[in-house]
């Protein structure tokens, strides 16, 4: 699936977000909200997984090794904004996004505490041996 069905999905009002599925943390959040969020056809793909997709996303400025992607419509959000576009709209169950809707719902906070996700990140894929980049081999 390419960046252009992607976004005809999210024109029909299919928000779609793309995540790191190498990512303990992001799997989890990723399987939490589809089940959970109360965001009406949310689409969750795991980016890690669709080496065309990754390339789209990083022609249109959006690399998925810096953070998860949000498409939604013509709109494309990238990591805080992304996390920030979901957690402002989530109707939390479950303590995980009860927690995350919290720190992220805010535009100032999002921008402040994402990079704490991404050093999450980046020591569970350390932890799994691959590569923070999917696209480059060598551990980051």
Known sequence: MD???????A????PILVYDGGC?????????????????????????ANT???HDLELVGAPLSKGAVLIFGDE?????EAIHWLCARIQPSAGLLKVLA??????????????????????????????VDPDNHSRN
Not at 3 to 9: N, P, Q, T
Not at 11 to 14: A, D, F, V
């Open 3 to 9: 960046i252009k069905v992607l976004s005809a999905l």
């Open 11 to 14: 024109s029909e009002g299919r």
């Open 24 to 48: 303990i943390f992001c799997h989890r959040f990723a399987e939490v909200s589809e089940l959970r969020s109360g965001i009406p056809g949310l689409a969750i793909l795991d980016g890690r």
């Open 52 to 54: 065309i997709l990754r």
């Open 76 to 80: 494309i959000h990238h990591g805080s």
């Open 102 to 131: 919290l720190l992220f719902a805010k535009p100032d906070r999002a921008r402040r505490y994402y990079p704490l996700l991404l050093l999450l990140r980046r020591l569970a894929l350390t932890a799994r041996g691959l590569p």
